[in-house]
């Protein structure tokens, strides 16, 4: 097993689970200890991308430009990168971004439409981006599938694409196939991946990956994310550490920062508890597991049956509106 570049995405995944309420000197202190730490990237934008607040995905705290331009402005080490999500982010908000300093922009799409990304990597290159594609839900198709969607992605200028468990639903089997798959049908592009760990599965999936192949792979300190979170970058440093492949974090300034820098500020834990485990079991995007306990118990309904419910509709990113539309099927149905 190879050492691995780690991004760290607690400022942009970590945002689902903080609804959105970053701010400036929240940014600044998470920023400066990973960045003490050796990460080599960090990852700051809204949950769901550049211009993701809004009503539906939910409203940011803080310009999500203002904590590009802190974060670009603490880091002295450390790639400040973004994601966008074509329908979602412009043109016009990549550009602010780069004005503001990021220097890698990760493009996401649902795992059957990397042709909506063509444009997308084509002005990053254009702008003098380092660039990744993210393959959403990629427990939804086959690897032969994702390899497919993986070449049109690097055929645009990706520098490397995820395969991306929006659900935390793979298992390590399927996630190193995936990943097999991706490094034998690429032939410049390095493979990513990126886990959510709502089956409990977020480090041993990493670790699965990594002995696939895979370049570069995601956490966030604590495993701060949307639904149950994502691996956790301390511990993920820890494992790597003690397999010999550590790419030169440092294990105990990554426990500190997560115990001193983000634990103090974090709304809750997330864990891989009852509605958690049902967004895995399901296959459903993690971002819908608070949208589903609000509406819930707005309309009493269990949080569990609108999952469940979604799971069999195959609902996607993008799809929120969905879950006021399942949670108001299944009330109409219990009266």
Known sequence: MKAPRVVDTTLRDGSHAMRHQFTRDQVRQIVKALDAAGVPVIEVSHGDGLAGSSVQYGVSHTSEMELIAEACATATKAKIAALLLPGVGTRNELKEAV??????????????????????????????????????????????????????????????????????????????????????????????????????????NTLAALEAGADWVDGTLRGFGAGAGNAATELLAAVLDKLGCNPGLDVFRLLEAAEFVLAPIMPFQPIPDRDAIAIGYAGVYSTFLLHAKRLGEKYGVDPVAILVELGRRKTMAGQEDMILDVALDLAHKSK
């Open 99 to 204: 004005a503001r300093g990021i220097q890698m922009v990760r493009v996401a799409t649902q795992c059957t439409e990397a042709d909506l990304s063509e444009q997308h990597f084509g002005m990053a290159k254009e702008m003098g981006l380092e660039t990744a594609g993210f393959l959403m839900m990629s427990h939804m198709r086959p690897p032969e599938i994702l390899a497919e969607q993986a070449r049109l992605m690097e055929s645009y200028g990706c520098d490397c694409v995820y395969v991306v468990d929006s659900a935390g639903a793979l298992l390590p089997e399927g996630a190193a196939a995936r990943v097999r798959t991706l490094k034998q049908a690429l032939a410049k592009a390095k493979v990513g991946f990126h886990a959510h760990n709502n089956l409990g599965l977020g480090i041993g």
